[in-house]
């Protein structure tokens, strides 16, 4: 979710067709499938929670 880069080089491989960094409010479009914007919501919800976060299970 919060990430610094340490170095390296990322590249393409068969489960990607491009990589960047987007802001949570700039999401490209998502393989919904994979991932939906309320999943990544949740993530964000559990990084503020930090202690409190309450765990879900699907």
Known sequence: ML???EGG???E???TIG???FTKDNLPILATKKNNEE???MCFDAYKASNHWK???D
């Open 3 to 5: 990430c610094e880069v």
């Open 9 to 11: 080089i990322i590249k």
């Open 13 to 15: 491989k068969s489960e």
């Open 19 to 21: 990589f960047d960094y």
């Open 39 to 41: 999943q990544i919501q």
């Open 55 to 57: 765990i879900y299970f």
